[in-house]
Nanobody, 121 residues
Framework: VQLQASGGGLVQAGGSLRLSCAASGRIFSSWVMGWFRQAPGKEREFIGCIRRNSYSTYYSDSVKGRFTISRSSGGNTVVLQMNSLKPEDTAVYYC???????????????WGQGTQVTVSS
């Protein structure tokens, strides 16, 4: 499975950004697409995930109500819509794919290259 994330950039606090993740190659319809982020000096943090064969989502408390994950009808593109961004949201954002509806990074088997999101105050 190859994952390609895009859409990062610089935004002011309170603004919005939309990240996309395109999956290609062999990926099971039952798999889950997740988003994580990693700020400098911090551990990788789970943001949320969505099932490829349904619209079920699961979010971390830190982004619930501000971030939304959606997917294309075929499940090969997943979008992370980020609203009301804060400086503490600054990080490299990664998409990932795996068999478990989980917030644990090691449950994900494939990872995209990451895209930088910077929120200025």
């Amino acid at each position: 499975v190859q994952l390609q994330a895009s859409g990062g950039g610089l935004v002011q606090a309170g603004g919005s950004l939309r990240l996309s993740c395109a999956a290609s190659g062999r990926i099971f319809s039952s798999w889950v697409m997740g988003w994580f982020r990693q700020a400098p000096g911090k551990e990788r943090e789970f943001i949320g995930c969505i099932r490829r064969n349904s619209y079920s989502t699961y979010y971390s408390d830190s982004v619930k109500g501000r971030f939304t994950i959606s997917r294309s009808s075929g499940g090969n593109t997943v979008v992370l819509q980020m609203n009301s961004l804060k400086p503490e949201d600054t990080a490299v954002y990664y998409c990932a794919a795996g068999p478990s509806f989980s917030g644990i990074a090691t449950d994900y088997k494939s990872w995209g290259q990451g895209t930088q999101v910077t929120v200025s105050s």
